[in-house]
């Protein structure tokens, strides 16, 4: 029976040297694997949230830039249109003025042709009421053949 404890224990010695420490020592570099591919596998994780948060960050950044080129090409847009209807109005009551104006000198000038012509038929009307003595009868006849000649003349 002691010979079945020292060579119990002798086999723990040789059990221990040549198969616990190689198979601790392989658990251990395992372990320590295990712990720096799960640090790597964090800072992975950390540096993929980093590059995450950047690329929201700049897609905001975009649409915020998006959005100012959208509004100021609105407003270019607005004031454009604001001043192409303010240049049809200015050019619009232009052309009502100029427009008046010519009717109101055609109109001058058709009156003062009116005038002279109406002068004239009562500068003739006249030279014959002068030149005949009137009676009623002549003088109406007088009076329609003046408005017959002011029909023919207009």
């Known amino acids: 029976m002691i010979w079945a404890i020292i060579n119990f224990l002798i086999l723990l010695a040789i059990l221990n040297k040549f198969l616990y420490k ?5 658990m251990d570099n395992r372990m320590e694997q295990i712990k720096k591919d799960l640090y790597s ?3 992975a994780k950390k540096e993929a949230r980093e590059i995450r948060e950047e690329y929201t960050k ?8 998006a959005q100012q080129i959208i509004e100021k090409a609105t407003k270019i847009g607005e004031e454009t249109r604001e001043n192409l209807i ?3 109005r200015e050019e619009t009551t232009k052309m009502t003025e100029k427009a008046r104006e010519m009717i109101r000198l055609e109109k001058e000038e058709a009156l003062n042709q009116l ?9 003739m009307a006249a030279g014959k ?8 009868e002549a003088h109406e006849k007088l009076i329609r ?7 023919d003349a207009s």
């Open 115 to 123: 005038r002279d012509e109406v002068s004239t038929l009562v500068v």
């Open 86 to 88: 303010n240049e049809a």
């Open 58 to 65: 700049q897609m905001e950044q975009a649409k915020a830039e």
């Open 41 to 43: 596998a964090e800072l």
């Open 22 to 26: 190689p198979l601790l020592t392989t």
């Open 145 to 151: 053949e003046f408005i017959e000649e002011a029909g």
């Open 129 to 136: 009421v002068i030149e005949k003595t009137i009676d009623q």
